[in-house]
């Protein structure tokens, strides 16, 4: 695939949400951790109408426990800003100390992939994964991309997720041929996928959210105001955040020209939107609100339904 169809190709869609499970909570455990004991109602919803892709969505909320397909799971420490990688085998997070970690589904075989130093904050972990290219050279990738912020100052730092205790480098962030320098600091909320490695992340200085390429030469550019972007598994597709009238609404920038068209997907929203992720297929997006997570189907297509009363960070597990 070329430079320029990547460049294209790597900001496209914003398309729509999940689906919701029909099973209750698992609360059982829940009172003796001091934990509400009240089950946040799953949704069948687009479950009902023979519409595909209510499984692998889960919810975190900063606490240990973990909604997994409306069933709570202990992961034995603080959880926040949990991802799991495409296969859905692993899920990393930062964890009660403010280390990065990567545990198994039901949170056993937990690993500290790279300690805090101290006097930094971490977030947003994702998950950077690709096959090697044998043809032309390129290994494959398996690392994490998070934010490391100090003194106010956010920085992106990778680091690979088979590491235990591992040192974490600064993200190299080079700009197309003829593209001016691209900011190194303020930038949050990274986002990969996509065969190649490719992802998504926002700047809080500029307002913009930018493509990161890394195929055969890393490269990358601003493609669309907004922020919390997230990128669909094949990399065709974005989806983005951006106020309209005093809320957040969801957005998808579809660029078939040298100009993204951009496309509120959610132009009738009565309260704030936001975090979108992406099912494992693509085909839905989850997203946060003030009281639960809704979500869209067949690529924003249809309107917001209700997958979970529980409030928190969506992601769907492959």
Known sequence: MSVRHRRTAAAVVIAAAAVAGAFAPTVADAASRGMS??????????????????????????????????????????????????????????????????????GSGRVVVAKNPGGQTWSHPTWQVAKADTADGIPAKDNLVFVASK???????????????????????????????????????????????????????????????????QQGSAVVQGSEPALSPNGDEIVFVRSVGGHDHIFEATFTTSKPVVQDLTPHATTDYTEPTFSANGADIAFRTPTGIDVMLDHGRSAPVRATTHVGLPAFRG
């Open 151 to 217: 003194s106010g100052t956010a920085r992106l730092e990778t680091v690979a997720a088979t590491a235990h205790n591992g040192t974490p480098a600064l993200l190299r962030l080079e700009p197309y041929a003829g593209d001016p320098a691209l900011p190194t600091t303020s930038n949050n909320w990274p986002n990969a996928g996509g065969a190649y490695g490719s992802m998504v992340y926002d700047n809080t200085h500029t307002g913009d959210v930018y493509i990161r390429d890394d195929y055969i030469r």
């Open 37 to 106: 004991t009240a089950a946040p109602t799953f949704f069948v919803g687009a479950a009902s109408s023979g519409v595909s892709g209510a499984s692998g969505l889960t919810v975190s909320d900063g606490s240990p426990w973990v909604l997994i397909n409306g069933t709570w799971v202990d992961f034995g420490t603080d959880v926040r800003d949990l991802a799991w990688n495409p296969s859905g085998t692993k899920a990393a997070f930062v964890d009660s100390s403010g280390n990065l970690d990567v545990a198994n589904p039901n």
